[in-house]
């Protein structure tokens, strides 16, 4: 028993220190999700060695040393999206804003066929605009039979690679584009929303690719901080929402955030965890929307699941521009611009050589 305490408490510290390493390598970056199990697991492993064994001698004081301050590093992370600290977004204090407008953002997963279920909570909802991820030929089908009679306004780009992006707007796009910004089967989509007021922002919805099995980030990584150079270039304020397949205190989004100056409304108020939606234990904040200071906070909220592996988000925000100064913002010193240049150059590189790859095969080694 005591052994496997030992070994697992190293075992729990090393995936803690592990993600402090900045590298694209798949089995480092996967280990950003799962913080917060790992320092519950870590603080199970402490105190049950503690109670059970005490501290002996010096090796046992160093050891525990150790696994406190893997813990302690955990926390630093994950604690932010807790009430213990300060909110970064700011709520409206008007009681009916009047320069509002409410997003939902859904990975409806490829393979699901829930279609019915899913067109039932947007009707419940009704949100101003609707970002869906993931959709294919079939998804699109069957949506557009009833989302276009509601929503005048629409960008589509189907897929059935699972990087399909479907996006409906009641307020009138300018300026539309679905680019391809790092690998030629990814899209994002660029629009400029006017607001009931005539007030404009603009919007950028992504849906990178996520650390898995033998496929590292560089690629994500270019994607987002490619967004956050437009996002903080465009003469509009900026909202970036979409599945970002990383979650919300990794590096790589503190780097967005600080890239483009834009806040995330879940600092200080809960993780709002999308995913997995099938499995209870295992759940991240997958699906973001940041946005520029001059937006307030009306409403967040995760909405019921529909038969996809992700939670839909729903936010309400208001346009507030003379309140702008009142909301702090990440900002982005000498070495985060130069971090940001080289990840994003790194990741087109990658990026040129999966496109050449899809269309030649893999270069023999």
Not at 34 to 61: F, K, S
Not at 209 to 221: I, S, V
Request: glycine share 4%; with cysteine; net charge negative.
């Amino acid at each position: 028993m005591q052994n496997t305490l030992i070994i697992l408490g190293f075992v729990f510290s090393l995936f803690s220190f592990l993600p402090l390493i900045s590298s694209p390598l798949w089995w480092i970056r996967i280990l950003d999700f799962p913080r917060l199990h790992i320092a519950i697991l870590l603080t199970l492993v402490l105190v049950a060695y503690a109670a059970l064994y005490g501290v002996q001698d010096i090796g046992d004081g160093l050891m525990l040393l150790v696994w406190v301050v893997a813990l302690v590093n955990e926390l630093r992370f994950i604690i932010h999206f807790t009430p213990l600290v300060k909110v970064e977004a700011l709520r409206t204090e008007h009681k009916t804003p009047a320069n509002a407008f409410t997003m939902m953002i859904s990975n409806v997963r490829m393979v699901n066929r829930e279609y019915d279920r899913f067109l039932k909570l947007v009707q419940e909802v009704h949100p101003d605009m609707l970002i869906m991820n993931e959709p294919d030929q079939a998804w699109h089908d069957h949506v557009c039979k009833v989302l276009d009679k509601h929503y005048p306004y629409s960008i589509k780009k189907p897929l059935d690679n699972t990087y399909g992006m479907l996006f409906w707007s009641k307020l009138k796009l300018h300026e539309s584009e679905i680019r391809f910004m790092v690998e030629d089967d990814i899209p994002s989509f660029y629009t400029c929303v006017e607001l009931p007021s005539g007030d404009k922002f603009s919007l950028f919805t992504v849906h990178p690719q996520p650390p898995r099995l033998m496929l590292n980030t560089e690629t994500r990584e270019a994607e987002l901080l490619l967004v956050a150079k437009q996002a903080k270039k465009v003469s509009h304020p900026a909202v970036v929402a979409g599945d970002l397949n990383d979650v919300a205190w990794s590096n790589t989004t503190k780097l967005f955030k600080e890239i483009s100056g834009l806040i995330d409304p879940r600092v200080g108020r809960g993780f709002y965890n999308t995913y997995n939606a099938h499995i209870p234990i295992f759940r991240y904040p997958l699906d973001h929307v940041f946005y520029d200071p001059a937006f307030r906070l009306v409403s967040l909220r995760r909405l019921p699941a529909f038969g996809s592996d992700h939670f839909p988000m729903l936010v309400t925000l208001n346009y507030e521009p003379h309140r702008e100064h009142e909301q702090e913002h990440p900002r982005a010193d000498q070495e985060d611009k130069q971090e940001a240049n080289e990840l994003i150059q790194e990741g087109l590189e990658k990026g040129e050589e999966r496109s050449q790859e899809k269309q030649n095969g893999p270069r023999a080694k």
